[in-house]
């Protein structure tokens, strides 16, 4: 029993893993689409933001150098995707494709220009990452049964971008509903020609949020080459863009219900991983290729409206024309 | 609390609060404002009235900022001003209650009223400042709003309420009304008059546009008519009344006498009983709508435009499905259960004309010869093969640009390049070579010139003597006299009354237009 | 700001997509430099090794074959308003069923019969794959790009249960069918040509490029020609009139949608049944997207996706020489090509219109001037 409860807290552990990226692109991709901007390019933000933490850690032995680059380079795709959707008023599908190819294409050919090592970085050492953070008294308290080991796997022990993560969803909720420019933001889009005819700029509202949308893809890309992962390797993104934005989707585009749904999403990656090949009772060999491909199945029944209704940000990837 | 006034207290030395010069304004080729000029005294109500596409809406709009006027001036309390953004206007304390809500539907009422003047960085000040205001508004006018209320789960009048609260909270004291009571029920204007009276008695002017002329009695202080895009009269609103007015609206020239001998009428081809329709969101769009249409007449539909024409016109070309009631088209039972398709009502013998050929009538981006055939693909004007025969659609084509004088004479131009008139011409080609038994005709001539409308008129009355029945829905009063047989008049999706052509005047038809029954408006 | 006069139709058709090609390739050639190499001997290294080495006109043919297909696969959708992003799924699951029916007829049947199933196959199951998404924008209004994302990693996910288990190759541990009967291989140019005395360089280019022309000219009669291309094209531009003309609208995004991805599903009879004689993961390699970059460029008409077809053939062929080349730059470097093509044809096609047509309409005007 106790070693059911330690695999269950460890696959717990591994759900928070696994689902920092996802909140933090979620919430990204939250802002993006609240905008009015459709974001499929969460998947290259993250891509090249991962690629550029590695490299910039690597050469310059600082992390947090690689993750101030990270953000900047990520805040350069989404100015591209700006500049795109709301500058040339272009179709924001085909932008967030374009960019997505395009991060796939230059992370590997810069990375096999600069390192010669077929698209990787080298392998960061434990200075030029993020490391778990160890919370005082895990020793102490892990001489108490249940309470230590969830205080030891849980609360402890996370790196410090997973608790940048957990803290950017209250963040994201207050910025939404409690501060100025997040009124604007959701009025942004549902109703455009409310908020231009209350005298507020479109544009730079939508360029605001695909901006904050860059700079969380930017730091979910850091967590990947420099805390979870030592160092970058080709297409590491594997598309967990793809996955935020499904959250997005299955959160019906609010910040509770998208972390919760990227914790869920989370789980079923984590528990995937530990079940692999692993006969259960009754079922057989446990469906790990059918856990990995929910989240994606639970997107379509729900956008088909089996589920409630996701009714998406009203105007949603319509350029705004006055 | 008195409405603060944005411009502080400085004395006004100017009668006027908002005069403009010589506005003019094009959108491409259509001159929708030309060399307006108009003053607004202060703390009046003044009306523009004018039909649908005058410019009414175009003008208020550069007043507002949303659009740039391309000559012309724009003074405010005497002093020119630019105003190149709303937010130029709204700093100019000038508020404006658009046709369509610029509300966020799934918002709360707060929200919507913060919406541009939040106060701080944070909401929570901003909040507690709203809600205060709001008591004030309602202390002082009456106008009570749940704040937390969705706005989406609130009737059409509280809605414009709230955007009336958004326009004046923060110190609007111009405030401009655009078709406000178009949605309103009558108590629900009765109530928005009385806001507005009471904002002028605190020294707010309004400006209110309208196409209905009960309104413009009711409330105003003065009045100016505006057609196509000009001025043609200004009134003091106590020295005119609405037969004058009707008349300035309507009343241009009445260009054309169309040759027609008396209706012979055959068999009942269009029967409604009953009809009704609700929009989505419960608003009756039809109500009792009865009436039959015989072979061999015209019945023309009189009304201000958004009456329940449009939706009268889509049910009948099976397009829209209706609620209650039943009709009987050509001997086939229609009612909610049993509804009809468009492509089955034209195998029945229906043609139509829709009122807007460029949203239905037209696929702006095929060529004329393949416009020529639309809904019409699957008969054999396309051949019988298994392609569509390019030939046969080629000379049908030529044929009808001939037969109806389409010019150029270009079958394979894209319709989006023939001018408005020669665009309606395809339509209506298409739909009377199919030799309807009835036949929807919604504003044939709009947007069409002299020349061809009398073609299109001629045309239409040749397919009457040929024994079609035809439904005619026009806002052209004249149009309507013209051709009709027997002349429906339409008010809120009612029926006001249907005249023979031969009791009809333009100034009675006006008055039924307002709602005025037909005795009465005898 | 003047509004722009309208651009003239050439310059619309040809003159814009060159200048946003240029625009692509202007800054890909910038990159390169940054990285230190030349662009110029980059670009002669790829034109070489797509037409000048004796098999890499059939190289480039090849992925040419596959673009086709996948770029008309996003072109009909286009063409009723549609964005299938789909592609990639559809086509992976057109290789399961090309290769479902070259594993169970394939040892019993001649190739004459053989073959036919097994296109037939590949197509049907990509359409299948295409119509859950179809059918949910039609009746419920499900956002088709959304959908056919998700698609294309249930697709992927399906595939790796498959091929790792099911249909995997007993003994072997890598995630593959066992490879087909010979009687289920699509002939080969160089052999057919072979048996005719005709010696030409191996290339993996086979039978499935004529089936991808003969898709070229089908696309342009079902588009132009039929009816149901009319009622697709009517769809496309103006849905309520549509309506009003008695087209059955959801009908036809349904069967559109189908069409698109039987399009998508043939591009496995290229990998499936030409080259790879088995079903491997992830054969499809991104050919689905740039399927879109095709249809972008190639606007959406047959010899525009031909010639766009072509191009990415050649750059797909001539990108690969680069890892042989080159220190610097490798074949990755033809996806950063593509994502400028897209990003320049796609999301900024209309960057260049306005200076363009002002461009144009002041040189027009100084001719008038000049003859007055």
Redesign the interface.
């Known amino acids: 029993m106790n070693d059911f409860m330690l695999q269950f807290l460890l696959t717990i552990d591994a759900t928070f893993r696994v689902a920092t990226p996802l909140i933090l692109c979620a919430m990204a991709g939250m802002f993006s689409e609240r905008s009015g901007i459709i974001d499929i390019s969460l998947e290259g933000k993250l891509l090249a933001g991962a690629f550029v933490a590695a490299t910039v850690a690597t050469t310059t032995g600082s992390a947090w150098l690689g993750i101030l680059c990270a953000i900047l380079a990520s805040v350069g795709f989404a100015l591209v995707h700006g500049f795109a959707c709301i500058t040339h008023r272009g179709n924001q599908v085909v932008s967030g494709l374009a960019i997505n190819i395009l991060a796939s294409g230059l992370t590997v050919t810069i990375a096999i220009a600069l390192f010669h090592q077929g698209g990787q970085t080298p392998p960061l050492g434990r200075s030029e990452r993020f490391t778990p953070l160890e919370w005082p008294l895990v020793e102490t308290l892990n001489q108490i049964p249940a309470v230590g080991s969830i205080y030891r796997e849980l609360i402890s022990g996370h790196n410090l971008i997973t608790y940048i993560a957990l803290l950017a969803v209250p963040v994201s909720a207050f910025i939404f509903y409690r501060t100025r420019f997040g009124l604007r933001l959701r009025a942004v889009g549902e109703l455009p020609q409310a908020v231009d005819s209350a005298g507020v700029s479109v544009a730079w509202l939508r360029y605001r949020a695909v901006i904050i949308a860059g700079i969380l893809c930017g730091i979910a890309g850091a967590y990947l080459s420099t805390a979870q992962g030592a160092g970058f390797v080709r297409e590491m993104s594997a598309g967990k863009g793809y996955i935020a934005l499904a959250a997005v989707i299955f959160g019906k585009w609010r910040p509770y219900p998208a972390f919760f749904a990227c914790l869920l999403f989370g789980f079923l990656e984590a528990s995937s991983a530990r079940l692999q090949g692993v006969e259960i009772p009754l079922i057989g060999e446990a469906p790990t290729q059918l856990m990995l491909a929910l989240p994606y199945i639970m997107v379509v029944v729900l956008l088909a409206g089996f589920i409630g209704k996701a009714n998406p940000p009203a105007a949603i990837g319509q350029p705004y024309v006055k | 609390m008195a409405i603060k006034t944005g411009k502080g207290d400085v004395e006004t030395t100017s009668p006027f609060a908002i005069e403009l010069q010589n506005v003019c304004k094009s959108f491409g080729r259509v001159q929708a404002n030309r060399n307006i000029s108009l003053a607004v005294e202060n703390a009046a109500i003044h009306g523009i009235v004018g039909e649908n596409g005058a410019g009414k809406s175009t003008l208020m709009n550069i007043l507002f900022g949303l659009h740039s006027a391309d000559s012309g001036s724009i003074l405010i309390d005497g002093k020119p001003v630019e105003i190149r953004s709303s937010a130029d206007a709204i700093s100019l304390g000038i508020g404006m209650v658009h046709q369509h809500f610029m509300l966020v539907p799934n918002f709360t009422v707060l929200e919507n009223i913060m919406l541009g003047r939040e106060g701080d960085m944070l909401l929570k000040d901003g909040i507690a400042s709203t809600m205060r205001e709001l008591e004030e508004l309602e202390t002082e006018y009456g106008m009570q709003v749940n704040p937390h209320a969705k706005v989406e789960d609130l009737p059409v009048g509280t809605r414009q309420r709230i955007e009336i609260i958004k326009a004046i909270r923060g110190g609007a004291r111009i405030l401009i009304l655009d078709e406000p009571t178009g949605v309103l029920t009558p108590q629900e204007t009765d109530s928005l008059f009385a806001i507005l009276r009471a904002l002028r008695a605190r020294g707010v002017t309004i400006i209110l546009i309208t196409h209905k002329l009960a309104e413009i009695m009711a409330i105003t202080d003065s009045v100016s008519i505006i057609r196509d895009g000009k001025i043609v009269g200004s009134r003091e609103t106590s020295k005119t009344n609405s037969g004058e007015l009707a008349e300035l609206m309507v009343g241009r020239e009445v260009l054309l006498r169309v040759e027609k001998n008396a209706a012979s009428t055959g068999e009942t081809r269009l029967s409604v009983n009953g009809l009704g329709l609700s929009s989505n969101d419960g608003q009756p769009l039809l109500t009792e709508i009865t009436f039959d249409l015989r072979a061999g007449e015209i019945l023309g539909v009189a009304g201000v435009a958004g009456n329940g024409q449009s939706e009268l016109m889509e049910v009948f070309a099976g397009m829209r499905t209706f609620d209650t009631g039943q009709m009987e088209i050509l001997g086939d039972q229609i009612d909610s259960k049993h509804p009809k398709h468009p492509d089955s009502m034209r195998k029945t013998g229906l043609g139509h004309i829709p009122e807007d050929r460029h949203q239905h009538g037209l696929v702006l981006n095929f060529e004329a010869s393949e416009n020529l055939v639309f809904g019409f693909h699957h008969t054999e004007l396309t051949g019988n093969g298994l392609l569509m025969d390019q030939k046969s659609i080629r000379s049908h084509a030529e044929t009808m640009i001939e037969r109806f004088d389409v010019r150029p004479a270009n079958p394979d131009l894209p319709a989006k390049n023939f001018s408005g008139g020669n665009q309606q011409k395809l339509v209506i080609a298409r739909e009377m070579n199919a030799e309807p038994k009835v036949l929807i005709v919604g504003q044939p001539t709009r947007g069409v010139d002299i020349g061809a409308i009398e073609f299109i008129h001629k045309q239409l009355v040749a397919l009457r003597d040929k024994g079609c029945a035809i439904l005619l829905v026009s806002v052209e009063l004249d149009e309507i006299l013209a051709l009709s047989d027997r002349i429906m008049v339409m008010n809120e999706g009612r029926i006001v009354g249907v005249l023979d052509s031969a009791d009809a005047t333009e100034r009675r038809i006006g008055l039924m237009m307002a709602g005025i029954a037909k005795e009465e408006a005898a | 700001m003047k509004s722009a006069p309208p651009l003239p139709y050439w310059a619309d058709v040809i003159l814009l997509p060159v200048i946003n090609l240029l625009a692509a390739l202007l800054v890909c050639g910038v ?1 390169i430099a940054m ?2 190499e030349n662009p110029f001997s980059a670009l002669s290294v790829m034109i070489k090794g797509a037409f000048v080495y004796p098999s890499s006109l059939g190289y480039t043919l090849y992925y040419t074959t596959n673009f086709i297909f996948t770029g008309l696969a996003v072109a009909i959708a286009f063409h009723a308003m549609m ?1 299938n ?1 789909g592609g990639e799924g559809q086509a992976y699951l057109g290789g399961l069923g090309a290769g479902l029916a070259a594993l169970w007829l394939g040892a019993d049947f001649s190739p004459l019969i053989v073959l036919p199933v097994a296109v037939i196959a590949s197509a049907l199951f990509g359409a299948a794959w295409a119509f ?1 998404p179809g059918y ?1 924008q039609a009746k ?1 209004g ?2 088709i ?3 056919t ?3 294309n ?2 697709a ?3 595939m ?2 498959l091929l790792a288990g099911p249909l995997i190759q007993k003994g072997q541990q890598s995630p593959q069918t066992p490879t087909f009967d010979a009687n289920a291989f699509l002939p080969k140019f160089s052999e057919l040509l072979a048996s005719v005395s005709i010696d030409v360089a191996r290339s993996p280019l086979n039978l499935s490029f004529v089936l991808a022309l003969a898709a070229l000219v089908f696309f342009w ?1 079902l588009v132009w ?3 149901f291309g ?2 697709l ?2 769809v496309g ?2 849905q ?9 609208v959801p009908r036809v995004i349904i069967i559109t949608m189908l069409i698109s991805g039987a399009f998508a599903g043939l591009m496995a009879t290229n990998e499936i049944l030409g080259v790879q004689h088995k079903v491997l993961l992830n054969f499809t390699s ?1 050919y689905g ?1 740039t399927g ?1 970059a095709v249809a ?1 460029m190639g606007r959406n008409h047959p010899v525009g996706i031909f010639l766009a077809s072509l191009l990415f053939g050649a750059l797909f062929q001539g990108g690969a020489e680069l890892d042989f080349e080159f ?4 074949r ?9 093509i ?2 320049f044809s ?6 260049f219109n306005r200076p363009l047509s002002h461009f144009l309409a002041s040189i027009l005007n100084r001719k008038q001037a000049v003859n007055e």
Do not use: C, P
């Open positions: 990159i990285l230190g964005f992003i859950v949910l419920r499900s956002h790009v959304i959908t994302i998700m698609f990693f249930i992927s996910s399906l790796v249960w009669v020609k039929t009816r009319y009622e094209r009517a531009h103006n309520q009139a549509a309506h009003y003309a008695g087209i059955n991104g997207f879109i972008l220190d610097s730059i490798t990755e470097m033809v996806l950063v090509i593509q994502g400028m897209i990003l796609g999301a900024l096609a209309y960057m």
